[in-house]
């Protein structure tokens, strides 16, 4: 499915695959081979139609600081995307490019979940970050990727881009108004290697390409951010927000979800989250909980009550925990029990 209208006359087109739900591993112990990527990412990262090889970029402030001892000891090669005393200022909250080795056992952690026992080294409950394939190396992928940590808008004003934070990566590239000059600059480094990338958000991924695997050609001109660019990477921070608490939810409750379009809950949690801030209702636990009783619902709070009590709760000055408390005994209170229980 493509996201993005393109134009027959573009020699060069942006297209965005959805792949479906990928489920993170398991802990995997003992001397037998371990499986070190899911089965539905290894035709895009290793195998498949595709020449080259496979690369993350990543937040080193997931870790705490501890993502450079990781990468040290993994024997990958890596680097980071900052330099000079950006780097020496930032070094513990960079982020940085690793080649990914298919049997190396940081790739193997990279992939690996337990919802058990968060180990600080298995990254995807982080989202681990930006996923790629190419035939350039690891010096040209690194120049090409520092282009975009920080760009403009028509007016001079300077925006620090956290790229690989996919979620507003992947509104930004599925709503672009110029798809042929945004799949050209990310999608071709300046030595015209193709680049593949593969988004993970929120145990999802998306499979993003430049006019298929035949497109050449270096990119063209600056790469400026538009009005319209600027609200896509909003949006796409509140859809990403969605989707973590959706994801948190399906994990929890999977019998609610069974019957349920993915898709159109994600539309109703972006709602919901507008609405909350609009309350001054913001902090990750308190969105948690409003998204949570919607979805349950079915319908906005303020909709279902029709007393109009929920509506002064929410417009009260209490604080916001506060608000949510007392939210979910008026619904509780309705229902007689605990909603979801």
């Known amino acids: 499915m493509n996201f993005v209208p393109d134009r027959t006359d573009d020699p060069i087109k942006l297209h965005i695959q959805p792949l479906g739900r990928i489920d993170p591993l398991a802990p995997q112990f003992g001397p037998d081979a371990k499986q070190s990527v899911p089965e539905g990412l290894v035709p895009y990262l290793f195998e498949g139609d595709a020449e080259g090889a496979a690369y993350l970029v990543l937040d080193g402030a997931h870790l705490k600081g501890g993502l450079q001892e990781l990468l040290a000891n993994s024997g990958l090669a890596h680097a980071c995307l900052l330099s000079g005393k950006a780097q020496e200022e930032q070094s513990l909250t960079a982020p940085w490019i690793v080649r990914l080795e298919r049997e190396n056992r940081f790739t193997r952690d990279v992939f690996t979940h337990d919802p058990q026992k968060a180990a600080p080294w298995h990254l995807w409950r982080h989202a681990p970050g930006l996923l790629l394939r190419s035939p350039a190396d690891l010096d040209t992928l690194r120049r090409h990727f520092r282009k975009f940590l920080r760009i403009a808008d028509a007016e001079g004003k300077a925006y ?25 600059m990310w999608l071709r480094t300046a030595t015209g290697h193709p680049i593949e990338l593969i988004l993970p958000i929120s145990g999802y991924c998306y499979h993003c390409t430049a006019n298929g695997r035949e497109s050449t050609g270096a990119p063209r001109g600056t790469l400026q951010l538009s009005d319209h660019d600027v609200s896509a990477l909003y949006d796409g921070t509140l859809r990403a927000r969605a989707s973590r608490i959706l994801y948190r939810m399906e994990r929890f409750n999977p019998d609610v979800f069974a019957d349920l379009d993915r898709e159109a809950l994600i539309i109703q949690a972006i709602a919901t989250i507008k609405r909350m801030i609009g309350y001054r209702i913001t902090s990750g636990i308190e969105l948690d909980r409003a998204v949570r009783l919607e979805v349950l619902l079915r319908m906005p709070l303020e909709a279902w009550d029709k007393s109009g009590r929920l509506l002064a709760i929410l417009g009260s000055d209490l604080r916001e925990s506060r608000k949510m408390d007392l939210v979910e005994a008026h619904v509780d209170e309705v229902f007689a029990e605990p909603i979801g229980a």
Do not use: Q
């Open 160 to 184: 620090f881009l956290r790229f690989w934070e996919c979620g507003p990566l992947l509104e930004y590239l599925r709503r672009a108004d110029r798809p042929s000059e945004i799949a050209r």
